[in-house]
Structures are given as structure tokens and as C-alpha cells.
């Protein structure tokens, strides 16, 4: 039983794990990440059969670390979304943030009192996944022209990107923006501006695409590993 062997079952099994987490949108059937625990469990006992207990110690730290990491990510999810009435959703290769940060009408301000949960997206971006890839996704609500709106989303996008630029450790090269305007998926299907009508879909959604990689851990990146 080879090493990379191992190694590879332990990413698929992370993959799995954090598919099938609390609010995970893409549903991970219960048996296939059992199956997936079985299989790594019987090519650990392989190994320690065939003497490589040397194989089956580093799986199994590897796998340990791996839960660490994923059990502090995860409560700092979930302490991001009771302070920021933030909804995260967790999905195979993606963590999506649908932020409380809305528009007013024909407007791309960010506001002061939206800062604080930019900075700690950011921190938790730069601090699990800091060489992913951030998309801040632009929607408006349905008023007006359709070319326009697309216009307003990714200029709201941009507003976004720029404060996460300019006022949190995310490299211009590390962030990108994208708008969907008046997109079918709105929070709120009737309603639209002038006025407060139709706020909540003048927002922004946070994604971190990390590609289905484990998260590092602080340390990690303070001591440059």
C-alpha cells in the first residue's frame, strides 16, 4: 500500500466530509462518506498487515489533522454567521457567503457599517484558504433595463473588491468580480425600486473557490508551510 494511495483517499475523503457538513447545498450521501471511511480504514489495516505501520502512521496523523483543521474552520463559520447574521453555505470546492450587505437604489456604495463583516470574511479567507481564488458576485433587482442592471451588479462587485483590496490582505491577483444583475436568483420575488421595495436582492455573495483542497490551519501559514 503506497503512500500516494493513502494520500489520495484522505482528499476524497475531505472533499466528502466538508460536502456533507452542516448547510451544505450539494448533498453528499451519508453511505458514500461512510464507504469512503471504510475503504481508508482497510488500506490503513493493509499496510499495518503487510508491516508498513510506517504508511499507515502518517495516514492517520494526516487524517487527524485534517479533522482539526476542518472542526476550527467550522466554528469559525459558525461564529462568523451569529455575529453577521451570515447564511454560508458548504459545498464540495466552494464556500459561498450571502453577506448582509445591500444597495440602495441605483447606487455601488459600500457603507461604513458593511466593513466589519468584509474584514472578517477576509480573515477567514486569508486564514484557511489564502491561495483560493475570491469571487464577489454583483445582483441588482429587476428594475429597469436588463444591459444596465448587469452593469450596476458588477459595479457593486467592484465596489466590494476594491475595500477587500485595499483594506484587508487579499491581493488584487486573489480576487475577482462577476455580476449577474437582475439574475433568477432573487431573495425576494416581487418588489423593486425606486424606494425600499426589492432591497435585499441590491446584494453581494462572497465565494471562496478552493477547489475541494483542505484548509491550512494559522500556524500553517505563519511558519510558511
Known sequence: MSTLRLTSKLGLVAALAFAGAAGACKTVSPDDLDASLSALRADMQQAMASGDEAVASDA?????????????LERDLQQMERDFEVTISRLEDELRFNVPIYFGFDDATV????????????????????????????FTDPSGDKNYNLWLGEERAKTVAEYLIGSTAMTEDGVKVVSYGEDTRRLVSEGWGPGTEGWENRRVVLVIDHDGDPPEMASDIESGS
Not at 487524517?63 to 483543521?69: G, I, L, P, S
Not at 463583516?117 to 489564502?130: D, I
Request: net charge negative; aromatic share 12%; glycine share 2%.
Open 60 to 72: 492517520a496523523n494526516k487524517f487527524a489533522d485534517m479533522e482539526r483543521r476542518f472542526a476550527a
Open 111 to 138: 457603507e461604513s457599517d458593511d466593513q466589519d463583516v468584509l474584514a472578517r470574511f477576509s480573515s477567514v479567507a486569508q486564514k484557511y484558504y489564502p491561495d483560493a481564488l475570491v469571487t464577489v458576485e454583483g
